[in-house]
């Protein structure tokens, strides 16, 4: 486990860019480049002809419209990848739903690829006063790269959960920036248990005051994948909050993850309100973990602002509870992996994709057909 302190954010100058000469491409010595293995990404830091676009099957507020550079939303590329994705991308996926309306159940939007590498815009607009769930599960059968580009309107409650799980042989790149309007609640979780090499970066900024964001995370790793989250928040408005909470499960030689949450207040958001934590659950001695917590404030009259970060092994007495009630070791080094992220997952809002997650899990964990039995024996 690794915990590290940055040098001081520089958002200020943060590149935002539809054009690709405007980025160089990385070389992994860069503060923001300097975990990933970019020898490994590197194709998808140069435009190719033979890739294609992630689509989807419309449905209720789910339509596929051609790409175009001045209505994809209110966000541009910043770093290489994105900018080649956006750049190479011809269609986009629109997700949309109109002002004061309330969507009962959940928005799937399943991301299909037909090539073995594909690029993405997946373009979100909840209207002012809307109520919606919108689940993104991602195609992990290519080498993808990407946006989920996400506007919550003034007063509106966005829900969205984001799945990436499967195959554990391509590389996938994807940025996910939300605006949050004034008064407006977003949930944002990211749940990442597929991937060879994957970065996601998830961020946040407000278009008025009295926003809500909470941003969650849950990450299973191993058998040498990378998975890299790193969040960005920025207050740049009065009286909003932020609550980030990611958690990963690692074990393997080579496998590597890595959380990087960076939280800025600028000097007219006064009256913020954040906390950012990352935990980190260390399952061999082969995985290695990296947690960089990063909190800039330009003012001080803030209501509260604090971050955490911890990495350990399994609780001991957890285990030696659940052998006592005669779970095999193996099933209860499971039930405390599950259990690890529970907290996270709970907040999910819709209880049925709640607990496809927690199957999704279960499987990946590899718990047998007695689970029940032994959860019944825990009780």
């Known amino acids: 486990m690794t915990v590290l302190d940055a040098p001081p954010l520089d ?23 300097r975990f990933t293995p970019v020898a490994k990404i590197a194709h998808l830091f140069e435009v190719d002809a033979q890739s294609g676009d992630l689509t989807v099957d419309p449905g209720s507020h789910v339509s596929v419209v051609d790409f175009r550079s001045d209505d994809a939303g209110h966000w541009l590329p910043t770093d290489r990848p994105s900018v080649i994705a956006w750049s190479s991308v011809h269609r986009s996926v629109r997700v949309e739903v ?6 009962a159940e959940p928005i799937v939007v399943r991301l299909r690829a037909d090539r073995a590498r594909a690029h993405g815009h997946v373009d979100i607009r909840i209207g002012r006063g809307a109520r919606a769930t919108v689940v993104v599960v991602h195609d992990a059968s290519a080498d993808t790269s990407g946006a989920i580009v996400t506007d919550v309107g003034d ?48 961020s946040v900024s407000y278009a008025g ?15 040498g994948q990378f998975v890299e989250h790193r969040t960005l928040v920025e207050h740049v408005a009065p009286h909003c909050s932020s609550h980030v909470a990611y958690k990963g499960a690692l074990s393997g030689a080579g496998t590597h993850t890595v959380w990087v949450g960076d939280v800025v207040v600028r000097r007219e958001a006064v009256g913020t309100d954040t906390y950012e934590m990352n ?13 960089v917590p990063n ?4 003012t001080g009259d803030v209501a509260s602002a604090g971050h ?3 990495t350990g ?11 006592a009630r005669g779970i095999p070791e193996r099933i209860a080094r499971q039930l405390v992996v599950r259990g690890f992220f529970v907290d996270v997952l709970a907040r999910i809002d819709s209880v049925e994709w709640r607990e496809i997650v927690l199957q999704r899990i279960a499987q990946r964990l590899g718990m047998d057909a007695d689970l029940e039995r032994h959860l019944e024996a825990a009780e």
């Open 11 to 33: 958002n200020a100058r943060r590149i935002s860019s539809a054009r690709p000469e405007d980025f160089v491409v990385p070389h992994g010595r860069e503060e923001e480049w």
């Open 313 to 323: 092994r399994f609780d001991d007495q957890q285990l030696f509870y659940l052998q």
């Open 209 to 223: 005051p009295g926003g809500s964001a909470t941003m969650l995370g849950a990450f299973l790793a191993d058998s």
């Open 155 to 202: 007063g509106a409650n966005l829900s969205m959960l984001s799945i990436l799980e499967g195959s554990v042989e391509h590389v996938h790149l994807w940025q996910w920036p939300t605006r949050v309007g004034r008064d407006a609640t977003f949930t944002g979780s990211a749940i990442t248990i597929g991937g060879r090499v994957v970065r996601i970066l998830p």
């Open 98 to 103: 109109p002002a004061d309306t309330v969507v």
């Open 279 to 291: 935990r980190n659950l260390v399952l061999d001695d082969g995985a290695r973990a990296d947690s």
């Open 295 to 298: 909190l800039e404030l330009e």
């Open 308 to 310: 955490a970060s911890a």
